[in-house]
């Protein structure tokens, strides 16, 4: 399956994003799907993620939200309340399906990433 994000900019502290995720070449509705981001000079991080239920990374609880549109082979993620410390490339992550939240929660079990799209929040 191959992964493109769009969606990312320059934004102050507060505002809304929604980024994209487009997939094809593979069959959208059977995998799980997550974000990830990096921040500079950082390791990658988990970011959310949906299998049924939806996961999400602590620090974007309450802010960010995850959804997918099988129809369209897409998912998306809501940021709202960004803040400084969400700067970061984000990535769409694609693996065959995992069986359980946690294992969502780890880049490894991951089997196709996008190239990432920039998201930078000024205070």
């Known amino acids: 399956v191959q992964l493109v994000e769009s969606g990312g900019g320059m934004v102050q502290a507060g505002a809304s994003l929604r980024l994209t995720c487009a997939a094809s070449?593979?069959?959208?509705?059977?995998?799980?799907m997550a974000w990830f981001r990096q921040g500079l000079g950082k390791e990658r991080e988990f970011v959310a993620s949906m299998i049924r239920d939806k996961y999400y990374a602590d620090s974007v609880k309450g802010r960010f939200i995850i959804s997918r549109e099988t129809g369209k082979n897409t998912i998306y993620l809501q940021m709202n309340s960004l803040r400084p410390e969400d700067t970061a490339v984000y990535y769409c992550?694609?693996?065959?399906?995992?069986?359980?939240?946690?294992?969502?929660?780890?880049?490894?079990?991951?089997?196709?990433w996008g190239r990432g799209t920039q998201v930078t929040v000024s205070s």
């Open positions: 992550a694609a693996a065959r399906p995992l069986s359980n939240g946690m294992s969502t929660y780890f880049a490894t079990n991951y089997d196709a």
């Open positions: 070449g593979g069959i959208f509705s059977t995998y799980t």
